[in-house]
């Protein structure tokens, strides 16, 4: 890591990842101008760059007027007071402390970053020097246009990709001409202006990833293949945004998290109240693939690792498809059974378990249904230890059902309030875990189920979506903050990330939980592109994708569902003791093949041969490359498929492989060749479909020629 300036107005930080260069001139705001990988060769950009902070309070707005949540007149304002980079011991920083002398604010913009990763996370402090308060309603992340410059295309050739999401219809990635959406071209000449048009991206509720990702890939062409990707996410358990448009010399990126224009959000910021805002990963990379690569690294770099993350469970819970939230004794028992003899490692006891009756808005005491197991849950529990396996429970912590008695006993502080008055929403309030009352109820509620019954796995849920309100953010904190005590005082205990499947599938969250539910869809054919989308989304050794088998499914469609949670974590459902020996043959292979992926998952990379799954293709392909080893490839033909494929493996070119069948263990109908010249693998799936088929790719010794065809 070093640090260098030039002239004064220009600094250079420079890691074992990447090379960034600031423009920190007296006379203007601070700026990152160039961000390229190590090596790369940095750029000056040009002499009024997007300022790297914008900020606007009740009474400093933005000039020009508008939507867009930069030309703001304290961001204009704000100029360098001082820049220092630091290390440690563990990741290098750089700071850069800026002034606006007519309002006293300071900025201090932070960037770390861990060795080796092409990416920083960033954020902005906001504090007062001197007496008196603002009230802050927009504050950036991180901005800059240093994208125009480093690609060395204009607006016209800049493609964004992106994801919508949404409930059973999660990782809709879709690429889009950034004038497609939003970034109008106008004369600007005749306007004297730039536009003021922008393309936005945003999360308005409780669900941070409610409707879209929070990721982007801004590539320089719509192939990604160009030479050039800038990748971030904003790493946040709440509403936020980004957004990308047209200065007056170049274009800008700019994130942040909640904002008053979009959610409602404000801030006071006095002496004794500094504001820190949300954080944001920034990576660098030469194509979309690559761009995900550093993100993957960039994940793990800050993950919240514990020792008992890394055993990596395989957990068959009741719920998908099977006991669908109505778990009784007598009904758990040959379930678990059937589990222990697969070979699953922890058995969850999805939903219902608290309920005599009708339960969604009644919930909140998490007490055990007498009626459901007259031995007491804890004989079930017994009997799952008794099989060799942990025991786990499902638990929404967060919500207090209308109609339950504690929506009356605990204190109102406890709940979430918006303009004075309680929120329900879908039959349920929301705890604001601001609340000493409301985190002492969950800290009661875990400390019964985990310290006194045993329970070493939660699947936490949150099937309530509360929209926005003005303390969202502190208690998104404050749940995160929860999140860490629970698992400092029981530290064996696994908790699973859910939100009616992955409605809040944030790296806030993923940064220090388990797991994350991808879905909660039921079809194991939409499950497909799903499944091989997850790992854009999130680490693929955190990616739980549902394999539910039915013994009523054809043999095809029997496999295509358990090749579904092959790579990455097979979450397993499904009545395991209806199905014949045959059947469940295949379930212990699909097992057995999961397991060879598990050895590896945790360092693997994710790589898709015909690009990021739409969600209407008809052939879709995810692998987890394994650095100078094996690929493990699955390839799903859905409904409509064409009879061949062709999958560009580049990091194959003019090598001999070996392919051969994961799971099933069979090619079957399939036909699979390998054209080393081409590097290009050739797939026949030779029949009906929906099938599919998780391959193994290995390279061959270096002995035999070079270029010669492996097939089966």
């Not at 224009?261 to 004794?272: F, I, K």
């Not at 660098?284 to 993950?303: G, H, K, Y």
């Not at 990021?612 to 859905?638: I, Q």
Request: a negative charge.
């Amino acid at each position: 890591m070093s640090i260098s300036s030039s002239g004064g107005a220009v600094v250079d930080w420079v890691t074992d990842g990447f090379a960034a260069r600031f423009r920190v001139d007296p006379e203007q705001p601070a700026a990152l101008v160039s961000f390229v990988p190590a090596g790369g060769v940095l750029v000056d950009g040009p002499d009024d760059p997007q300022p790297l902070v914008e900020l606007t309070t009740i009474g400093h707005g933005r000039f020009p007027g508008g939507f867009r949540h930069v030309d703001s007149t304290i961001g204009a304002r704000l100029r360098p007071v001082s820049h220092h980079v630091s290390e440690d011991g563990t990741d290098p920083w750089f700071r850069i402390v800026q002034a606006d002398a007519a309002t006293g604010l300071q900025t201090e913009s932070v960037f770390r970053t861990r060795a080796g990763v092409a990416a920083f996370q960033t954020w902005t402090e906001v504090s007062v020097d001197g007496d008196g308060e603002h009230v802050v309603d927009f504050v950036s992340s991180f901005a800059t246009g240093a994208f125009l410059a480093d690609s060395g295309v204009g607006i016209d050739g800049l493609s964004l990709l992106h994801a919508d999401n949404d409930w059973a219809a999660e990782s809709r990635w879709r690429t889009d001409p950034l004038r497609s959406i939003g970034l109008a071209r106008i004369d600007r000449e005749a306007q004297h202006h730039p536009p003021r048009s922008r393309a936005v991206v945003q999360n308005r509720g409780s669900w941070s990833t409610g409707e879209a990702l929070p990721i982007g890939v801004l590539t320089a062409d719509a192939d990604g293949a160009s030479g050039y990707a800038l990748v971030w996410q904003v790493e946040h358990n709440g509403p936020w945004l980004y957004e990308l448009g047209e200065t007056r010399h170049e274009a800008y990126l700019l994130c942040s998290g909640p904002t008053d224009q979009e959610h409602q959000w404000t801030a006071v910021v006095a002496r004794d109240r500094p504001f820190v805002s949300v954080p944001v990963s920034v990576g660098i990379a030469s194509s979309v693939e690559s761009a995900f690569a550093v993100l993957t690294e960039q994940r793990r770099a800050f993950r919240h690792l514990r020792e008992a993350d890394r055993a990596l469970p395989l957990v068959f819970n009741d719920y998908m498809n099977t006991l669908m939230g109505d778990p009784t004794t007598e009904k758990l028992l040959p379930l678990i059974d059937a589990a222990a003899e697969a070979g699953a490692d922890l058995f969850c006891i999805d939903a219902g378990w608290y309920a005599e009756g009708h339960w969604w808005d009644t919930v909140g005491q998490w007490e055990p249904a007498a009626s459901r197991f007259p031995g007491g849950l804890g004989s079930v529990i017994d009997h799952i230890r008794s099989r060799g396996m942990q025991a786990g429970l499902w638990l929404e912590p967060e919500v207090i059902g209308i109609h339950s008695p504690l929506a009356s006993t605990l204190p109102e502080s406890a709940f979430v309030h918006h303009h004075g008055v309680r929120v329900a929403e879908h039959g349920r309030h929301l705890l604001d875990l601001r609340s000493p009352e409301a985190r002492a109820h969950l800290d009661a509620v875990v400390d019964r189920l985990v310290g006194s019954l045993g329970v070493s796995f939660v699947k936490m849920d949150s099937n309530t979506m509360t929209g926005p309100w003005s303390g969202s953010l502190e208690h998104s904190r404050a749940l995160l903050d929860w999140l860490d005590d629970v698992q400092a005082r029981y530290p064996e205990l696994l908790i699973e990330n859910c939100a009616s499947g992955a409605m809040r599938a944030d790296s806030a969250m993923l940064s220090r939980l388990h797991m994350q539910s991808t879905s909660d869809q039921q079809d194991p054919v939409l499950y497909a592109s799903i499944a091989a989308a997850a790992p854009a989304a999130m680490l693929p050794e955190q990616a739980g994708n549902w394999a539910y088998p039915a013994p009523t499914m054809p043999d095809d469609l029997f496999a295509f569902s358990l090749v579904n949670g092959v790579l990455g974590r097979m979450y397993l459902s499904g009545y395991l003791n209806s199905m014949s020996i045959a059947q469940r043959a295949v379930v212990g292979s699909a097992i057995a093949a999961h397991r060879q992926v598990l050895e590896v998952v945790d360092t693997s990379v994710p790589v898709w041969p015909l690009g990021l799954p739409g969600w209407e293709d008809t052939w879709v392909a995810l692998g987890l490359a394994v650095p100078d080893g094996d690929l493990y490839l699955s390839v799903w033909a859905l409904p409509g498929a064409r009879s061949a494929v062709s999958l560009p493996l580049p990091a194959f070119l003019g090598r001999s492989i070996t392919v051969s069948p994961l799971f099933p263990t069979e090619f079957g109908a399939w036909d699979v060749s390998w054209d080393a010249s081409a590097g290009v693998l050739h797939v026949d799936h030779g029949g009906a479909t929906p099938t599919a088929r998780v391959l193994r790719i290995r390279r061959e010794p270096a002995t035999r020629p070079e270029g010669t065809d492996a097939g089966r």
